[in-house]
């Protein structure tokens, strides 16, 4: 049996991530260096604290797509649902005009609910009735997102002057007003342990892993795939909108815009974190980078410069969607050429075994004597 490699090993400490997620730490810890060369601000409290708040937002709503994907589905649903979270936030609890005056977690409960809701009709959907979970969910993007543009009517709804509005900007251990651990990156550390306790320490997670990598296989061992499945898109959409909570409170003020387009940052977080499109791939930590380089490369498109000469050159802003797009991209087709490498190998090995089979009681009593 081959020994594990000292990356292998490292990735275990680690939560189980491979040389794919290793990798990508690697890069990421490159990115980081070269923006800090570049932009001493880059490594400023105000530009961490703020970064590494984006980096938790995001990631809380990737874990939950890293459980669908994980079993080889897929949720485009999780921006609208992120925004619809805290529509229904605002109109439940704003005290300014336009809000019905409850208390904060009123709004908070009855968001969680419906979004959780949601999540569990677009699982029973998919599982039950035998539908591409592309279809169900793109449809529940659109569908959602079209309640929350008719919850506000079009236009916003704000806290007003809500102490809800200061949840994401405090946290524990304030120097110079800024937080070292801001209440959102709190909850990002609280989905990273359950979620990887979920995924990695549970049969539940093994049942995920085992959809992923053959459904067939799974329901014929005695695995309710259905279920498992359905609970999955329960968990995506939950997390969804805790994470619409924290993105409510950092922002203020609620349209049905918000969340545009990141169900597609949470899934180009979950690939370049090693999760698989395919599915029966994927872990916690490999989100966590994923998201992280997601961030920091959308955080370093502002902060990047060059000094030539007397002259300072930056990067043009209006580039950004061009940098993410090309990192998305970039990703599915490494995800490709690891799939290819990946076969290829298998196919070797089994080659080896046929070509040189192991010697049976027939072939021994058959042979030669010496």
Not at 39 to 44: L, Q
Not at 69 to 77: C, E, K, V
Not at 265 to 285: D, F, K, N, P
Not at 293 to 299: K, P, S, Y
Request: contains cysteine; proline residues 3%.
């Amino acid at each position: 049996m081959e020994r594990p490699s000292a990356i292998d090993r490292i990735g275990r400490m680690l939560g189980g991530i491979g040389r794919r997620e290793m990798g990508m730490l690697g890069a990421l810890i490159v990115i980081c260096l070269g923006l800090w060369a570049s932009n001493s601000d880059f490594v400023g409290q105000s530009n961490v604290a703020n970064t590494v708040r984006q980096i938790s937002m995001l990631g809380i709503f990737s874990i939950g797509s890293a459980f669908v994907i994980i079993t080889g589905g897929i949720d485009l649903s999780v921006g609208s649902l992120v925004g619809l979270t805290g529509v229904i936030i605002a109109r439940v609890s704003s005290p300014a005009q336009g809000g019905a005056h409850y208390p904060i977690w009123v709004g908070i409960l009855v968001a969680l609910a419906v979004v959780t809701t949601i999540g569990l009709i677009q699982g029973l959907l998919i599982t039950m009735l035998d539908l591409q979970s592309f279809i169900v969910t793109l449809g529940g993007m659109l569908l959602i997102r079209g309640v929350s543009q008719t919850i506000v009517h079009g236009g916003t709804l704000g806290f007003g002057d809500s102490p809800f509005q200061d949840f994401a900007n405090n946290g524990l251990f304030v120097i110079n007003g800024e937080p070292l651990i801001s209440y959102p990156t709190l909850v990002f550390l609280i989905a990273i342990i359950v979620g990887g306790y979920l995924l990695h320490f549970t049969v539940f997670g093994r049942y995920i892993y085992a959809i992923g990598g053959n459904r067939d296989a799974a329901a014929y061992s005695g695995i309710p795939v259905k279920k498992v499945e359905t609970l999955t898109y329960v968990i995506s959409a939950f997390l969804a909108g805790v994470a619409g909570v924290c993105y409510a409170s950092y922002i203020g003020q609620m349209s049905h815009y918000v969340g545009i387009a990141y169900e597609l940052y949470a899934i180009a977080a979950c690939v370049l974190g090693g999760c698989s499109l395919r599915g029966g791939e994927g872990t916690v930590i490999g989100v966590v980078i994923g998201s992280s380089l997601m961030r920091v490369i959308d955080n370093g498109i502002d902060m990047f410069q060059l000094h030539i000469g007397n002259i300072l050159w930056k990067l043009d802003t209006n580039w950004k969607l061009i940098v993410i797009g090309g990192v998305i991209l970039i990703a599915v087709i490494l995800d490709q050429i690891v799939h290819l490498v990946q076969a290829a190998r298998r196919t070797r090995a089994a080659g080896a075994v046929t070509t040189n089979p192991e010697p049976t009681e027939e072939t021994l009593g058959t042979a030669s004597p010496p």
